[in-house]
């Protein structure tokens, strides 16, 4: 018997030497990082333009916005790396719109003003031009009282309207406001209108240099008094875009320095000899 428990005893020692010893188990890899996620890119800048305004906005022959605003603002969208994307709008219904968020911003030579401040925010300048009153050729001017009885077409909602209600109206002038410049124009060409207030280079490219305006002519001192007319063109856009604002000065910096702005400018206003970045 103690024979019998003794090989017992060495077949359970070379059993136990035998045992391979088990792996412990391998440590699972750790997940590999997930790739940074790009950054999403700008959607397109909504701008708002008032396509009746030539030289500065208005329709191509195949119904395309051109001019020097839409130039510009197609120069400002590759600053900051976004496209123009332009919605086309009513002028006196511009600041509404803006502000009930149907674009982001105004490119449409909008002078910047106290009293529009108050509503919507301003860029810097992007032009400063002055505005003129323009008349039937041979009408003796001196000041608002020797056109009494004359009548005035204006851009509704415009600076020169704001001009002409002050400045002439009180004067006797009858004051007549449109939706569109161009509609001023027509009225002008028709006989209903003994002339216009109008920005300078818009009066000059959009009617003056055409045959309608041939029998017109700028008269008195170019008009530009700040409570009128402001402190010249930016873009609107809503208060409190404080990184878009930033941007797009940022922007109108650049075109004027890379040389941009000139080439937009001599495009549009070589043959008038003026740079309509102004003072």
């Known amino acids: 018997m103690k024979k019998l428990l003794l090989a017992l005893a060495a077949i359970s020692i070379l059993a136990a030497c035998g045992k391979k010893e088990e792996a412990a188990p391998a440590a699972s890899a750790a997940p590999a990082s997930a790739p940074a996620a790009a950054a999403p890119e700008a959607g397109p800048l909504k701008v708002a333009i008032d ?25 400002l969208c590759e600053q900051i790396k976004r496209k123009c994307e332009f919605v086309e709008q009513v002028w006196d219904s511009m600041i509404p719109g803006l502000v009930a968020k149907k674009y982001d911003v105004i490119i449409s030579s909008m002078s910047i003003t106290d009293e529009r401040m108050k509503e919507v925010d301003f860029t810097d300048k992007y032009y400063n031009t002055p505005s003129r009153l323009v008349l039937k050729k041979g009408v003796t001017f001196t000041d608002a009282a020797s056109i009494k009885g004359k009548k005035i077409g ?15 109206k009180p004067a006797g002038v009858v004051v007549n406001s449109y939706e569109a410049q161009d509609q001023v124009y027509l009225d002008i060409k028709s006989g209903r209108l003994d002339g216009t207030v109008a920005d300078y280079m818009e009066v000059t490219g959009g009617f003056l240099s055409k045959p ?38 940022d922007a109108i910096k650049s075109i ?12 549009y206003f070589a043959k008038y000899n003026i740079d309509v970045y102004g003072e």
């Open 51 to 75: 396509p009746t305004y030539e030289p500065f906005t208005f329709k191509s022959a195949d119904g395309q916005p051109t001019g020097f605003d839409v130039d510009i603002a197609n120069a």
């Open 154 to 168: 204006v851009l509704k909602g415009s600076t020169q309207e704001k001009y002409a209600l002050g400045d002439l």
């Open 256 to 267: 004027r320095a890379n040389g941009t702005y000139k080439t937009l400018n001599d495009k």
């Open 212 to 249: 309608e305006g041939a029998k017109y002519e700028l008269v008195g001192p170019d008009l530009k008094m700040p409570q009128y007319f402001g402190y010249g063109a930016g873009v609107a856009l809503r208060k409190g875009e404080d990184k878009l604002k930033g941007e797009l000065n």
